[in-house]
């Protein structure tokens, strides 16, 4: 287990490849705004994604969904868990939306179920 990637580590190369997909420049300039503006470093979000989220929702309001929905793809990979349509973020369950710090928190919680059983 030794090689094994952590929580953490997964979470932060996931929001780091994540915000890349408004490309070069734009993820620069958020990720700098972001850092400047709310005093949080995008990828040390792992332990409080609802900042993220808030942060990027301020900065780039409609396009944080792409980067939310990327994040939560990436970080399944890296974690080496299934993603399934209850996975995805802003997905309707009743009368709540699955919010993006929902399913981060889910995905920890998968991993280390997963974890504990082996």
Do not use: C, W
């Not at 030794?2 to 915000?19: H, V």
């Not at 939306?97 to 997963?114: C, G, P, S, W």
């Amino acid at each position: 287990m030794s090689n094994e990637i952590s929580f953490e580590e997964a979470y932060e190369q996931a929001t780091n490849e994540a915000i890349h997909i408004l490309g070069n420049i734009v993820s620069k300039i958020v990720t700098d705004y972001v850092e400047h503006k709310y005093s949080i470093h995008l990828t040390k979000t792992a332990s409080n994604p609802a900042a993220l989220d808030e942060a990027l929702e301020h900065a780039i309001d409609g396009g944080r969904i792409i980067v939310e929905r990327r994040l939560i793809n990436l970080l399944y990979e890296k974690l080496g868990l299934q993603l399934n349509s209850q996975n995805i973020v802003g997905i309707e369950k009743g009368t709540k939306i699955v919010t993006f710090d929902r399913r981060v928190d889910a995905a920890r919680q998968e991993y280390l179920n997963k974890k504990s059983k082996q």
